[in-house]
């Protein structure tokens, strides 16, 4: 665009504007030398632009002004303007060199996608004749916004959407979220119901952090944050997530690409925390005794998802990251004063993405023999339900690997694991595995909801499982009521 525009005619026969500093002789010729155009734009800067119109031509040369084309000392004035693009695409000049605070070239000029042929065009053509370079580092551009159908917005067709109306009914931070949803280098859409898409996912983030938060209230940071090593290795797990997270929405900002930030954490908060590691840490965090360590780990993992999420998000809500920012514990007062989180890659970490990876993998399967078992009925809850996995040497390592409490992944009451070769003709068939669903057998722990078949012979505790039983006899021990003899 800068190389296909023609010649640039920079005045304009208008009636007010910036005008162009030429007087005429009395003869007709031009006055334009470096004396008289100084002069006036000493003038402008002291009494503003419209002095040229508010005085005579001789008023504005300099006293005594005299030229071989006026013998009598008469003068007129020129009554073009300048074209606005020329008093807008000279502000780098007037404005960026002209004040202390501002710096040349600007870090970015920002502006609908028209002005690449507007203001983007004038500045770069102005500045490179003066000054040989850009006035700009980077430019930004954004689409138009249309309505749902991608028809422009008209008051005649009724199909507006008002910005302070959605600020009123649905709060300032929907917008917000709306602005980062969109690809806004094109033409964007937005109607009600993209806008009730959006309120939904910000139901999701919400919520998510609102259950982070109410499950670490009992958690102090600095007196019961477990050092990394210490973590399960599922912990761990969800730790490389989030790094990846922060890694992912910090480059986004840096190249100005909202959409992948709003992307990316409603992806984690969906699939990595609300389908994944809050389902079963309820098992955790409501039934382990308050200071037992998987209890903790958790918790570290909890409390530094909703710091991270919290400034991640602050440019996008801030009224919301406020809120929550409230309830944490951080010696910086508001969200809005942190910086942005730094990710912390560790060396062990494709690792570890590696093998949950491949345990997710796992766990799609089990996820889908669970459901058909569910419409079998030979279960209603997943906790109904005796997972028997069988695997190959593979996966029965990858298992040893992880470390982990299966039962409490897959949300099973039991589960065992066997040869692969040992799998019934019932059993589900997928790559290298195969997944029977049973029903659990026993009774149902009135605490932690498991089946166990323990449950009924535990002495003093006869309505919960060996677990429960063990936390409940050593912290509420009052609650134990003793059989009749
Ligand atoms: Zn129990």
């Known amino acids: 665009m800068i190389r296909d525009r023609g010649d640039w005619v920079i005045s304009r026969q208008r009636v007010w504007g910036v005008p162009l500093p030429i007087f005429y002789a009395e003869n007709g010729e031009p006055v334009i030398t470096p004396e008289t155009i100084d002069h006036a734009a000493k003038l402008i800067g002291e009494f503003g632009s419209n002095v040229w119109f508010e005085r005579e031509a001789k008023d504005l040369l300099p006293e005594g ?77 954004q689409g138009f916004v249309l309505d749902g159908e991608g028809r422009k917005m008209s008051k005649s067709l009724g199909n507006t959407v008002l910005p302070e109306k959605v600020v009123k009914n649905m709060g300032a931070d929907i917008i917000r979220l709306w602005v980062s949803s969109v690809d806004y280098e094109s033409d964007v859409r937005i109607s009600d119901d ?48 989030l790094d990846q997270v922060v890694e992912t929405c910090v480059t986004a900002y840096k190249e100005y690409e909202f959409s992948t930030i709003y992307q990316t954490i409603m992806n984690f908060c969906t699939v990595d925390l609300s389908a994944f590691y809050l389902d079963f840490a309820k098992d955790v965090v409501y039934i382990e005794k308050e200071d037992n360590l998987e209890r903790r780990a958790m ?16 440019p996008i809500i801030p009224h919301t990251t406020e809120e929550i920012w409230s309830f944490l514990k951080e010696e910086e007062q508001y969200a809005q004063l942190a910086e942005l989180p730094e990710s912390s890659i560790r060396e062990d970490q494709a690792g570890i993405l590696g093998q949950w990876g491949k345990f997710m993998d796992i766990r799609d399967a089990a996820l889908k023999a669970l459901e058909v078992a569910r419409n079998e009925k030979t279960i209603g809850k997943s906790f109904e339900a005796h997972l028997s ?89 009052e609650a134990l009521v003793p059989e009749e003899a």
């Open 194 to 241: 993209i806008l009730k898409q959006v309120s939904e996912t910000y139901r999701k983030i919400r919520n998510t952090m609102r259950f982070l938060i109410g499950n670490t209230e009992d958690f102090q940071p600095k007196e019961h944050a477990v050092a990394y090593e210490e973590l399960r290795s599922v912990d761990q797990y969800l730790m490389a997530r």
């Open 389 to 477: 996995l069988f695997v190959d040497e593979e996966t029965k390592a990858l298992f040893a690997s992880l470390d982990a409490n299966l039962e409490q992944l897959f949300i099973v009451s039991q589960l065992d694991i066997n040869e692969l070769t040992a799998a019934p003709a019932e059993a589900m068939q997928f790559d290298n595995l195969a997944i029977l669903v049973e029903h659990a057998h026993g009774e149902t722990c009135e605490r932690c909801r498991a089946i166990k078949e323990e449950v009924g012979t535990i002495e003093d505790a006869a309505t919960l499982c060996g677990r429960c039983a063990d936390i409940v006899k050593s912290e509420y021990p």
């Open 65 to 141: 002004f005299t030229h071989p084309g006026s013998p009598n000392g008469e003068f007129t004035k020129e009554m073009d303007i300048m074209d606005v693009w020329f008093d807008s695409g000279s502000s780098h000049e007037a404005v960026l060199r002209a004040r202390e605070d501002l710096t040349f070239p600007a870090d970015m000029y920002l502006e609908g996608s028209d002005q690449y042929r507007g203001w983007f065009n004038s500045s770069i053509t102005t500045s490179v004749a003066i000054n040989g370079v850009a006035p700009y580092k980077t430019v930004l551009s």
């Open 299 to 314: 918790q570290t993992v909890f409390y530094e998802v909703l710091v991270k999420l919290a400034k991640l998000l602050t």
